[in-house]
């Protein structure tokens, strides 16, 4: 398959490199990490004014309508300089605007949320998983009692990435037995949110509800379907972070082998360690080939072929960030689990990458219940 970017996506990569290369060097990053806010006001004004909170928003709620592929060159960018904004968090959430809300009349609720974000006013987040379900998206036990015109939640939440950066949550719970999504406003009664750190340097929240007031998203195709698809995304987006970091991590081994002394010479000149480096590239390859056809796929209509190839992805995704996570760290040698270097912050992203929306085991277990898997179909 030939995948050749764009001259625009071309343009806004180079573009978005140079701004990272610049103001989000490794240093900044990490006082950004240590910080009490944990992300950066000014670095979000900025990705707001090169168009990457606009991008994924549709052009009736004034933004770029980007295509998956759009998203994926943003991602692999911020993955290569370890960009720890709620940038993520915000795009899955606006694809669960628009996969499961009503924004496309171009007015209401859902559509004035997506005009915020894309204005880089509002952060969102989806609140997958809750305390018990492990990656279990349906393992779902938050209620939604309807009042009136409006609903209820309670249940707790686990594990909500940049949480408590964000101004409105999309919530899954059940009303009546059955899978539903809801928007909660981060200051709405009857929430209680506890903040922390994760060891990737991210934020990341768990969510408590009690009695807390909801606006249902969509309408009755807004359920378990919509749940599994706005997963996919993230899981994609995920892997195409991973994708740059397996990048940048890659090229911080080989020029660390170029200066560490070893009898004399420095120990890129060592056959065995070329051998090795050059299998670090090799699964980084696989895992990026993967990730371009899941991203094809995922802009398909057949749910489940998106379904294999996110699966498919996250898989060699998983096991590439295990390698080359594990080799860079011994070719780095003492080095390599230190926080002065980016090795070791890497290596620690791409660990929580695999196992967040379902680690290796996960996806090879969904990969297999899937039609087409007797015939190895991808």
């Known amino acids: 398959m030939d995948f050749t970017f764009t001259d625009e996506q071309q343009q806004f990569t180079d573009a978005l490199r140079r701004y990272l290369d610049k103001n989000y060097g490794f240093e900044a990053r990490q006082a950004i990490v240590y910080s009490d806010a944990g992300v950066s006001d000014t670095h979000w004004a900025a ?6 909170t606009a991008l994924p928003v549709p052009e009736e709620q004034g933004g770029f309508n980007g295509s998956p592929v759009d998203m994926l060159v943003v991602m692999q960018e911020l993955g290569r300089a370890l960009v720890i904004e709620p940038y993520w968090a ?31 006013e509002l952060k969102l987040a989806v609140a997958f998983h809750e305390p018990h379900a492990r990656y279990d998206l349906f393992a779902i036990e938050t209620t939604a009692t309807q009042q009136g015109e409006h609903y209820a939640l309670s249940g707790k939440k686990s594990v909500v990435l940049h949480g408590a950066q964000a101004d409105q949550w999309i919530v899954p719970a059940r009303l009546n037995g059955e899978i539903a999504l809801f928007v909660v406003a981060r200051d709405a009664a009857g929430t209680q949110v506890t903040d922390y750190r994760t060891i990737d340097g991210q934020r990341a929240a768990s969510l408590a509800f009690a ?35 397996l990048d940048a991590l890659n090229h911080a081994t080989v020029e660390y082998t170029k200066t560490r002394q070893q009898f004399g010479q420095p120990i890129a000149r060592f ?23 899941a991203t094809v796929r995922y802009a398909g209509s057949d749910a489940d072929a998106r379904r294999r190839a996110v699966s498919a992805a996250k898989v060699r ?62």
């Open 211 to 245: 009695g807390t007031p909801a606006r249902r998203l969509g309408g009755q195709h807004a359920g378990a379907a919509a749940l599994e698809q706005i997963a996919d995304y993230g899981t994609l987006l995920l892997c195409a972070e991973a994708v740059g970091a």
């Open 317 to 378: 995704v998983g096991q590439a960030a295990r390698f080359v996570g594990q080799q860079a760290v011994q070719l780095h040698g003492g080095m390599g689990v230190t926080n002065e270097v980016a090795a070791a912050h890497l290596f620690k992203r791409l660990a929580i990458i695999e196992t967040t929306l379902g680690d290796v085991d996960h996806h090879l277990a969904r990969f297999a219940t899937l039609p087409g898997f007797a015939t190895a179909e991808v």
């Open 47 to 52: 990705f707001t004014e090169l168009g990457l």
């Open 90 to 120: 915000t795009a899955v959430g606006i694809e669960a605007l628009r996969i499961a809300g009503s924004a496309g009349a171009g007015q209401g609720a859902d559509a004035a949320l997506l005009e915020r974000a894309a204005q880089g």
């Open 271 to 293: 056959q065995a360690l070329q051998h090795r480096m050059v299998e670090m590239l090799i699964h980084a390859e696989q895992a990026r080939s993967a990730t371009y056809l």
